[in-house]
């Protein structure tokens, strides 16, 4: 077989400073090291055109694996930390998977048995020259908010196409973070820009503290970071944030509303602060850095770097080389229209010169007959100087089929003989800026609300 | 405080909210002349149902929705604790 014209990701590792390393919690690994090293003990050649599921505990495990594998194996899939072995069968029959790399024993499943298990450990072994004969296909799973995930199918180029198109060394200094765990898109895209642009990368660790996990960014030099707005919100509230001072923050996967992007700058007055729009099925849309809810609307239509975008039907469709090339297995759904556009299922609306998310096609209320979206109650309640955090949601209702409810955390510190008086301020609030059925029936005061796996408020009940 | 009391001073925070002018409050007042529209009954619903922890609508199966204050009244009264 010819060559790939793609360059397979172990040619960036030599690139930039020499002192490049990915570290967890446990592990710096060197990514001078690993371009001669292997972490396959040297079965590396072995993988040659195999369809290799890699499913590891450690987030570091895998992305040893992926920078080992991209242009030797014909394709990647990238099993999340929720991972559930019992999907193993599934997988492996929809993706054709042959190989099987984990830290785990996995003896016990029968899809196993079908399948080359290879373990995986820090970079030891010395290896001979190796080739790039393959453009590995890349392969994620979706977050499955809405029914079973999907298994979409990437090229490597696709994945970097907003990493080359901003120019990739322009952060060749940067040390990366995200706060997403690196088999979901938001974060292999900061792996991508970690390997690639020529950086290190802090990896983040399950069960983890937010001070310890602030505490080790600071530690391993982070100044670019990346997370949903959820997770910034978070940090926001754990008041670990005084400690940090990153040069460059990045939010992605769900609305950054005004509120959370004032609070970040607040929070870290000399960092830049971007947020994009993207999705595993999507890729990388665009990003924004003026600090503003929202994208401008002259990015709609094609743009310089190949991305054309267009709202049908109030949602968000785009069409690009990053996007995923398709849903893999057998029965799979097409992943684009005729056209080649990607329905995001992201309703936008226009507002003056500026477009502005209001929530997902799936999530709206229904209020006898009436609409609203609950992202667009949470941007108004969030506004209020002592919210932290919000979640509006549907309640059944006899009268008018469903409500809209408001579940809110408050800043911390704030004495519950206050509570009335924020209530009422932010109902005149919420009636001042949003049609009357659109305003919380009844709000809440929680002390915490769930985040999924990956970085999103649940609207398990949206 | 009673059920009544309870429900009445609900009614005067949701009009007050919703900008209504409530008549006096009355068992005879036909719930049409209260102001309130289905939006403002589904929010007092709600938090009567966090108040008193029922909601007569839902769980009775005949489920007449009351023409009168009197009648609404009495369907939280009504059912059993």
Redesign the interface.
Known sequence: MSPPDTIALRHYLGEGRKDRTISDARHSVSLADMIERSCLAGRCSELSGRSVLIATSRQLFSALAMIELDGVARRLLLCPPDFGWERLQVLVEQAGIDTIITDQPISGHCAAGRCTVIGIDLPERRIAERTTDHATEWLMLTSGTSGLPKIVRHTLDGLAGAIIAEGPTRHSDATWATFYDIRRYGGLQILLRAVIGGGSMVLSEPGETIAAHVARLQAGGVTHISGTPSHWRKLLMSGAAADFSPRYIRLSGEIADQAVLDGLAQAFPHASIGHAYASTEAGVGFSVDDGREGFPAHLIGRNRDGVEMKVVEGSLRIRSKRTARAYVGADAPPLADAEGFVDTGDIVELRGERYHFVGRRGGIINIGGLKVHPEEVEAVINRHACVQMSRARSRRSPITGAIVVADVILTGGIDEKRHETIRSEILSQCKDSLAAWKVPAVIRFVERLEVTAAGKLARTDA | MSVRTKIFSAMKQIAE??KVTLPPLQDDLSLNETGFD??A???L???LE?ELGI?P??IAED?T?PSTLGELVRAYENVPA
Do not use: H
């Open positions: 909210e919703q289905s939006l009954f589904a929010i619903v709600a938090r966090d909601d609508f839902t489920a929705f």
